[in-house]
């Protein structure tokens, strides 16, 4: 058996490689583990008030602990989702930084400006779900549950509640920044979207159905938003196409004129 040297030095290079990104991924962890901890502490410091504030939907109901333990559990769940929350912007540079060098300079400038809007847009479909939906649900399943039943309201159910439907949201809010990027990369056309324009309409009904309740105001509320920034993606899109593409006619342009000019050059 012999010793190739030249394909020992490429499984060398390769194993280096390999080594460095887990090195540049593990240290992109830390940094966000450490943003995240900072976050959650403060939460925790301020947790009472973050508490009273996420309650006013309730109007002055109290509550309900099942036993001692779970002001703790209750308390870590608001601070951890009030620390994601916050740390997201950070988080979502580190992951910009940790793809970096695989993106091109293009796509660099593009993910990178786009990190603000995406941390915007989740803060505001987490805000709608709040101020909006959330109410409305509250309301609706209080009001269906007191001809049968005396209501008890756990605080671990009430958050559960809560966070189970502020975190989508949240991410169906990042539809347009999601959209703006692939667009801009090449990967989503607005011809795409266009044509699977009913899919994404039925799938946006079933989840509205499935979240809201079997009622038409709440429904509307929940699908209507949906609709509306699948439109919004449609529109950004078509700009998003128009602006690559003008961009790339001009580099092409760019690139024939190098050899004609360099031509010229050397006739003269």
């Known amino acids: 058996m012999k010793f190739n040297l030249s394909q020992w030095k490429r499984n060398v290079h390769n194993d280096q490689t390999v080594i460095e990104h887990l090195g540049e991924l593990r240290k992109h962890l830390i940094y966000s583990l450490i943003g995240i901890a900072v976050c959650f502490i403060a939460a925790l410091v301020l947790v009472t008030h973050i508490y009273r504030w996420l309650t006013l939907p309730l109007r002055g109901v109290k509550l309900v602990l099942l036993g001692p333990g779970d002001v703790i559990h209750v308390y870590f769940m608001v601070a951890g989702v009030v620390a994601l929350t916050v740390a997201l912007p950070f988080l979502l540079l580190q992951l910009w930084l940790f793809i970096k060098p ?83 990369i090449g990967i989503l056309t607005p011809q795409k979207l266009r044509q699977t324009r009913k899919y994404a309409y039925m799938g946006m009904i079933v989840l509205a159905s499935i979240i809201s309740p079997p009622e038409i105001v709440s429904h509307l509320s929940v699908d209507v938003p949906m609709m509306i920034l699948y439109e919004i993606s449609v529109v950004i899109s078509r700009t998003s196409y128009r602006r690559r593409e003008k961009r790339r006619a001009q580099e092409a342009l760019r690139f024939n004129d190098t050899p004609s000019s360099t031509t010229r050059g050397s006739r003269m």
């Open 102 to 184: 695989a993106l091109s300079p293009h796509e660099r400038k593009t993910a990178l400006g786009l990190l603000p809007f995406a941390s915007i847009m989740f803060l505001v479909g987490t805000s709608f779900a709040y101020f909006v939906i959330f109410p409305i649900l509250l309301k609706f399943l209080i009001q269906l549950a007191s001809g049968n039943f005396q209501m008890l309201i756990t605080a671990d159910n009430y958050f559960s509640f809560m966070v189970n439907l502020l975190l989508p949201f949240g991410l169906i809010f990042e539809m347009p920044v999601v959209v703006m990027f692939l667009t801009q």
